[in-house]
Structures are given as C-alpha cells and as structure tokens.
C-alpha cells in the first residue's frame, strides 16, 4: 500500500501548527498560519494555506483565548451527548473530522468580500456547515443544563480545556517566528526589512534573505511610513516596490527583480 504526501505530510504540518501556537500565543492572525508555516517550518512540502485542521489552524491562528473558548465549548456540548444520541453523534462527528482536515475553513468563512475565491454558493453551504455544528453544540449543552448539571462538572470541562491549550503552550517552538501586526519576525538584530509586493510570495522572499528578518506576511501596496526600524539594518524591495527606494532614510537599500 502506498501513501501519498497528503497523509504522510499532515503530522509534520499539525506539529509546525502547535509550534507557530507555541511560539505566539496570542495567535498569528486570520488566514497567516499557511503562509508562515510553510516558508519556515516545512521544507520539502508544497506551499499550504491552514494547518489541516480546522482545530489546530483557530489555535495557531487566534490564539490561547479563542482556542480556551473553542475547546471548552465543544468539552460542554459532548457532555449532553446522552440526553440527545443522534445531534451528539453528528456533533461528536464533526469535531473528529475537525481533527484531521479543515472541515471549518476559517479564512474563507470570514471572507465576506470575495467568498475566499469559492464562489457564493460554496461559501454560504460553508457557512451553512458551521451554523449546523454551532446549532448542534448548543442545544447539547442547553439539553444538559436542562437535566440539571453540577457546576463542578461544568467548571472541571472548562479547566480541563484551559489545561490542554496551557500544555499545547509548552511544546518546544523551535524555528517557529513571531508574527506581529502583519510582520513576521526572525533571527536576530539588526534584521533585513523585505518588502514585496503580490506578485511574490512569503516563501520565496524568505529564501532570499539571510539572517534575521522581518517580512510582511503577505505582498503590500503600500511603504509602510509608520513602521518602527529599530533592529533594522538592511531594507530589501522586491517586485514592484523597488519604486521605494527613495523612501528608505538612512538604511542601506538592495534591490532584487523578479
């Protein structure tokens, strides 16, 4: 029997997703846990928009405080599994597949403007999906709560959930970066600013730049003015934004075409 690279790859992308979590708790933003993961923790495995795992991709993504919510929730809800068989079983379900693909495609859900390229008829039957599972989770709890249920037990699936995102929290990031404000930041000080525009991509970019680094997760229109280049010793424009070159004060400016 053979296996093909999209099974054999997935354990090495859920971990690359529990090290981007580890390495920001506070999440790496909507739609960026792809990109990051695959310029600098997946060699060798084509380029990737989420973790495989609708669960692992709203942790690396949103961070400890969705992932705490998002986990307790779904702890609550199977709780009411007896009280109604057949909701629980489709709920319990869901969440299995969950575990494995990207069942709940965050990125696209939230991508009011453009459907995430799905077209309005597959993005509302995604929506659909969703509203479906958060139906289900609800009346599982409310039917508990409607038996009767020992706030003990209640608190126990909460602490519980808040234990098991605590100790994702501990695996080792490794090479993972941090992501902030749209910028992921590498290595250390003084750091090559890339900047680039739609036409590249965070991975090629990556490539090009040696030591520590700071690049916008995705290509940019725009010079940032108001960015802080402290830690900045080199700029780097890529594509179209070599247009910038005046706009760099002070810092040594290479240019790359494409």
Not at 58 to 81: D, K, M, N, P
Not at 153 to 166: E, F, I, K, Y
Not at 239 to 247: I, N, V
């Amino acid at each position: 029997m053979i296996l093909d690279g999209a099974i054999l790859n997935r354990p090495r992308i859920w971990l690359a997703g529990l090290r981007l979590f580890a390495a920001n708790p506070c999440g790496v933003g909507l739609g960026n846990s792809g990109a990051v993961a695959s310029a600098f923790l997946l060699d060798g495995i084509p380029e990737i928009r989420t973790m495989i795992s609708a669960h692992i991709t709203l942790l690396a993504e949103f961070g400890w405080i969705v992932a705490w919510a998002w986990f307790a929730s779904i702890g609550l809800a199977l709780c009411g599994l007896k009280e109604c068989p057949r909701i629980g079983i489709s709920f319990a379900g869901l969440v299995l597949s969950g575990c494995s693909s990207t069942v709940f495609d965050w990125p696209v859900l939230f991508d009011f403007a453009e459907q995430g390229g799905l077209g309005m008829m597959n993005w509302a039957l995604s929506w659909t999906m969703f509203a479906m599972f958060a139906g289900f989770g609800a009346w599982l709890i409310w039917a508990r709560l409607r038996r009767g249920w020992n706030p003990r037990s209640a608190s126990a699936v909460v602490v519980l959930a808040g234990m098991a995102v605590l100790g994702v929290r501990l695996v080792p990031a490794g090479n993972a970066p941090q992501v902030r404000g749209g910028y992921v930041i590498c290595g250390e000080a003084p750091r090559t600013l890339a900047l680039y525009d739609a036409k590249w991509k965070l991975k090629s970019v990556a490539r090009c730049v040696e030591g520590g680094s700071v690049l916008p997760v995705r290509g940019i229109l725009r010079f940032p003015r108001e960015m802080d280049l402290s830690g900045v010793g080199k700029v780097m424009l890529f594509g179209d934004c070599r247009e910038w070159k005046h706009m760099v004060k002070g810092l040594p400016v290479e240019c790359v075409e494409e």
